[in-house]
Structures are given as structure tokens and as C-alpha cells.
């Protein structure tokens, strides 16, 4: 399952209907700006995602994962009724 970097899509249980909660595997390349103080202290001041991936999505509530996980376009998720739960 790819995903273009930033994009923010909603996913959708087709076993049980959930909406809300999933756990989400992704991998990422990332170029960051660390600045350390003379303490040693990092502090990470500005993150550019150059590639992510969703590696594997399982639904929270039932465990399912693979194709029963429908990822749903923004248009879709922005009109959809709320979920009740």
C-alpha cells in the first residue's frame, strides 16, 4: 500500500466499518536540520519527508489487516457521515 509523501488519507475497515483507529507501519526518508547545543542537547528544528511508505495497516478494533483495509480518497473521508463509537 503506497502513499505519496504528506498526503493525508483516511482508512476504512471493511470487516468491522471502522474509521478511527489503526495502527500504521511507516517507513520514511527524511532530511533533518539537528542543531546541537555546546551542552551536547539536540534539538531537531526543521523535518523534510523525501519518501514515506505505509508498510502494513491492521485495524485496532478487530485485528484485520491487508485487503480488508480500504484506504479512501480525502473527498470520500471529508463527506462521510461520522462514525458512531
Given amino acids: 500500500m503506497a502513499e505519496e509523501a504528506g498526503a493525508a ?18 517507513s520514511r526518508r527524511v532530511k533533518e536540520f539537528r542543531h546541537f547545543s555546546v551542552g551536547g542537547d539536540l534539538t531537531v528544528e526543521s523535518v523534510e519527508v523525501l519518501e514515506e511508505h505505509v508498510d502494513a495497516v491492521e485495524c485496532r478494533w478487530c485485528k484485520a489487516s491487508g485487503d480488508a483495509i480500504e484506504l479512501r480518497s480525502p473527498a470520500v473521508a471529508e463527506n462521510a457521515e461520522p462514525a458512531e463509537g
Fill in 9 to 26: 488519507r483516511q482508512f476504512r475497515c471493511s470487516a468491522c466499518g471502522n474509521l478511527t483507529r489503526f495502527d500504521v507501519t511507516v
